[in-house]
């Protein structure tokens, strides 16, 4: 964890009840996508609330040996220059078929115009960009992790820098 990330976890703490869950366990720190841009991109998303769910191949994980992502895991958000923006939560993990995403889901990943039809392009391309970059293949039946969350801090009135 950089010094940034550190200094940012510990704020978020702070503002926090003695007792509150999120004081014993480890976030993980992460920034969405897969370059610069749209990680840039996406952590605005998030910072503005638009942006409250994200969808991922299980191979992204599996592939790094990490357990694949649970409902009441913490992560840290991050610009793609690693300053961290804001601390989430999973609040929902569901496996699905890729082809099973709906609307719904689409419109609170809150990417491009929030369409199903735009949101199954972009991925379409992401996954296949991730599967020939991990190994594997994607198809329209390939099942991907639907992963809402909350962004836990800042709340909107918070200043962050």
Not at 45 to 53: E, Y
Not at 127 to 143: A, D, I, K, N, S
Not at 149 to 158: K, T
Request: charged share 20%; glycine share 8%; net charge negative.
């Amino acid at each position: 964890m950089t010094d940034a990330v550190a200094v940012f976890w510990k704020r978020y703490l702070n503002t926090l009840p003695a007792d509150h869950p999120h004081r014993g366990i480890a976030a993980s720190v992460f920034s969405f996508g897969d370059s610069p841009a749209l990680a840039d991109e996406l952590a605005a998303l998030v910072v503005s609330g638009r942006k409250r769910a994200t969808t991922s191949l299980p191979i992204e994980f599996t592939s790094d040996g990490e357990r694949l992502p649970a409902a009441g895991d913490v992560g840290i958000v991050t610009r793609a220059d690693g300053h961290p923006v804001a601390v989430i939560e999973l609040v929902e993990v569901r496996l699905v078929p890729f082809q099973a995403v709906d609307a719904t889901f689409a419109a609170i990943e809150g990417e491009g115009d929030g369409s199903l039809s735009w949101w199954r392009a972009a991925h379409r391309s992401y996954f296949r960009r991730v599967c020939m970059r991990l190994g594997g293949q994607f198809e329209e039946t390939t099942p991907v992790l639907c992963q809402q969350f909350r962004r836990a801090w800042p709340s909107g009135g918070e200043a962050v820098s």
